[in-house]
């Protein structure tokens, strides 16, 4: 499995259209990344692996669900509802 | 220079979570030292150990992180040891310590500090789990893949240590290709950043051209787009590697982790098991830690009357039974509840339990500016300040860990509960109210007033800190791990003797000059008060006579002076000159209050019940009535419940700020908090 290439980043989001994001996940859900809003994502988590292409699951969520919880990229990773609300999708088939 | 001298500069880099700190603690063992780099609060660890005949190690541990790009102190402290040609920690090789279930990550750090240039060992971590995880790892072909020894250890079980050492012996040279070669259109702005800072290699250069602020002329959003081709790249050439030298039978390993976060961090179920074993720690500082607490007590009671028993009476053997032996008892008192919180906190988080603290408590607590983490310290606080202060070491966001810092003696510290029982005694009449003990509730009411202060004295300052850094809530959840009792023990270890030997010896000197302070006076009235006590009540004898001498002492002794001398301030909160002695000498701690007001009052226990019924009888001279009616009773327990009445609190601020700002500034914002809600108070019930 390959990375998308670095351009596929640079897709600005049309802010109509409702994108499918880590955010709309429910508990035990899975999908693979799309892309990374990457002027509001810190680079600390593409650091960590969270790339597009890589796949997410959402395994749990704290008391007034949030933040989340989620496997990606081989481990456990928390992240607040706003931050996973930048990480775009695929769309399920 | 002899063969023997020779040293070899080591770091150990290393993820978060790898067992960095267990590898660093099987080498060097209790040959280590804490400190901190110079201006800023991030602990610095370095140790060293014998290689061979010839060599000595000087080992450093650099604070875990999952890339060379800096968004944290402890980040750039990183950064700056691995580029820096003229760093004094600049090491001769990079010991890497990867953690082999989630390989790829922890290998994307491995290839950024390769291309810094520096022979490099990587140290695959917990071996023994490779085959239990169903992961197999071609060592040898990593080895050949990347030019350099690879090794498998586990750090906990002291294995592959000799397999390491060998490694460091050897000859080691650095990668001869960068496994990442900087894009050729930024080549020579990268080598001119090399140059201007006086870095190791282009690499270097790269690293803080892309740091985003750090060069002029580059926008961090430019460099954010730069580095982030660099990540894609990396992670796609790793992915690669993994591929060819791993073999991964997926599914076996999600069991254990995943089946207790079902529990753990389950909304209902995660909440209660949290604030159980909160409870259980609360408990254990609060209660269990008063049995050894009361035992030192005595034993330095006991020391102090033996010596003071030898010794010819006269200053010198005075300030060494009345001020020194119990300054240092001032300080071992607290040992046992920072052992036992630290056991409990190296416990949370060597178990990666603290992780699931933060993710429950984010939500509410990130509203007052605070940190998941901060629970501990918050809870720990309703016990003593000083552990609870020195447990915020591990919130790693700047901000967050100065507000906990601030807030935590707002907490209804035991410290506070005789004050509040001999002023609730005093003021509160025992009625009951809708069936509850009002006094019992007044109490109440005092534990919330502390709790809804430190939360909103941390809400309003969250306001007026800028962020050091970016304040992204981004934590990985390790895999649970049985606690380590050999990394448990160094850290109780560590905490104590760093708390005796920087906080402990400013709370022996400010204890000590508050006694000289209380135990003696300038003046004829102070050295010969027993003949100006005889003088003006000839009728006292015996006990009330030594009594009578030991009050007319206080107000006359330095402390009684000042008490005088800040009465003019401390009128319109209700309060008299005694009551300012009281205040002054309650600075060495809370609960100090009491004694002072026996002594004052020449009441001859200094228990709660008899200095209570002694101060109801005192009248206000200008009225006839009750001297400590309610209104000077609430302005009382207002002020103790906001002042910083608390020199080891201030101390072990500074401790763990690393300056005088910090403390001075809280002491300032607290008694001045203090002060206007005291006065308030007393003028509205007046």
Redesign the interface.
């Known amino acids: 499995m390959n990375f998308p290439k670095f351009a596929l980043l640079k897709m600005s989001l049309n802010k109509g259209e409702h994108t499918w994001t880590a955010a709309d996940l429910k508990p035990g859900e899975s999908a693979r990344i799309l892309e990374i809003a990457e002027d509001r994502v810190p680079l600390k988590l593409f650091d960590m692996g969270c790339l597009p292409g890589a796949e997410i699951e959402l395994c749990f969520e704290a008391p007034f669900r949030d933040p989340m919880y989620f496997r990606v990229a081989d481990y456990r990773l928390a992240i607040r509802r706003e931050l996973a609300s930048h990480i775009i999708l695929e769309q399920r088939a | 220079m002899s063969d023997k001298g020779r040293y070899l500069r080591v770091a150990l880099a290393g993820n978060p979570n790898t067992g960095k700190s267990s590898l660093f603690n099987a080498l060097t063992g209790l040959n280590q030292k804490v400190s901190n780099y110079p201006g800023i609060t991030v602990e610095k660890k370095t140790g060293s150990f014998r290689l061979n005949d010839t060599t000595t190690v000087e080992l450093v541990d650099l604070p875990g992180t999952?890339?060379l790009?800096a968004?944290s102190p402890d980040e750039e402290i990183v950064l700056r040891t691995l580029t820096e040609r003229e760093n004094s920690d600049r090491p001769d090789v990079v010991i890497v310590v990867a953690d082999v279930?989630?390989l790829?990550?922890n290998l994307?750090l491995f290839t950024q500090i390769a291309d810094l240039g520096f022979p490099c060992i990587l140290a695959l971590n917990l071996s023994d789990q490779i085959d239990r995880k169903g992961l197999k790892i071609d060592v040898e072909a990593l080895q050949q893949r990347f030019e350099m020894p690879v090794i498998s250890i586990s750090a906990r079980k002291k294995r592959g240590m000799e397999l390491l050492k060998q490694a460091l012996a050897s000859d080691l040279k650095p990668v001869a290709t960068p496994l990442y070669a900087v894009p050729e259109e930024h080549r020579s702005a990268a080598e001119q950043v090399r140059q201007d800072l006086g870095l190791s290699n282009t690499y270097g250069g790269w690293l803080w051209l892309t740091q985003g602020n750090a060069v002029e002329g580059v926008s961090s959003?430019e460099a954010?787009?730069w580095?982030?081709?660099e990540?894609?790249n990396r992670?796609?050439y790793l992915?690669r590697v993994i591929q060819t030298h791993t073999q991964r039978i997926p599914e076996l390993d999600r069991s254990r982790?995943?089946k207790l976060?079902?529990v753990l961090?389950?909304?209902v179920w995660?909440?209660v098991i949290l604030f159980t074993l909160l409870f259980l720690i609360f408990q254990a500082i609060y209660a269990w830690a008063e049995v050894p607490m009361n035992l030192i007590d005595t034993a330095f009671s006991d020391l102090s009357e033996r010596l003071s028993d030898r010794f010819p009476d006269g200053f010198l053997s005075r300030l060494f039974t009345e001020g020194v032996i119990p300054g240092i008892a001032g300080v071992v008192i607290f040992l046992p509840q920072i052992i036992i919180l630290f056991a409990a906190i190296s416990f949370l988080e060597e178990s990666g339990y603290m992780?699931r603290v933060?993710?429950?408590m984010?939500?509410i607590l990130k509203r007052f500016g605070l940190s998941g983490k901060s629970v501990v310290p918050l809870i720990s606080g309703t016990a003593c300040a000083i552990p609870a202060i020195m447990a915020t070491r591990n919130i790693e966001n700047w901000k967050e860990r100065i507000l906990t810092i601030f807030v935590t003696p707002f907490m209804t510290c035991s410290a506070r509960l005789p004050v509040y029982a001999v002023l609730i005694g005093l003021v509160i009449p025992s009625h009951s109210v809708l069936g509850l003990e009002l006094q019992g509730l007044v109490l109440l009411g005092m534990y919330l007033i502390g709790f809804i202060a430190a939360l909103g004295a941390s809400w309003g300052l969250s306001k007026l800190l800028r962020d050091r850094q970016?304040s992204?809530?981004?934590?990985?959840?390790?895999s649970y791990r049985r606690p380590h009792l050999r990394n448990v023990l160094l850290t109780i270890y560590e905490k104590s003797r760093s708390f005796v030997v920087n906080a402990g010896k400013i709370i022996l000197l400010i204890s000590v000059l508050l006694w000289i302070m209380a135990s003696n006076g300038p003046g004829d009235q102070f050295r010969s008060a027993a003949t100006y006590v005889s003088a003006s009540q000839p009728e006292l004898q015996g006990e009330a006579l030594e009594l009578a001498i030991e009050t007319h002492r206080l107000e006359h002794s330095y402390i009684g002076i000042l008490g005088r001398i800040i009465e003019p301030a401390i009128r319109p909160l209700g309060y008299d000159w005694k009551i300012g002695i009281a205040l002054i000498s309650s600075f060495a701690a809370r609960e100090v209050f009491v004694g002072t007001m026996a002594t004052i009052y020449s009441v001859g226990s200094d228990e709660e019940q008899p200095v209570l019924e002694r101060l109801r009888l005192e009248k206000n001279p200008e009225t006839g009535k009750p001297f400590f009616n309610l209104a000077v009773g609430i302005s009382l327990l207002l002020f103790y419940a906001f002042a910083m009445q608390c020199v080891s609190t201030l101390s072990v601020v500074k401790q763990e700020t690393n300056g005088w700002k910090w403390p001075l500034v809280q002491m300032l914002f607290m008694t001045g908090l203090a002060y206007v809600v005291a006065l308030i108070a007393f003028q509205l019930l007046q």
Request: aromatic content about 12%.
């Open positions: 999952y890339s790009h968004s279930t989630n790829k990550r994307y959003g954010k787009q580095r982030i081709g990540t894609v992670y796609n992915e982790t995943a976060d079902r961090v389950h909304p995660g909440l992780s933060v993710f429950l984010d939500n970016s992204h809530f981004i934590v990985e959840m390790p």
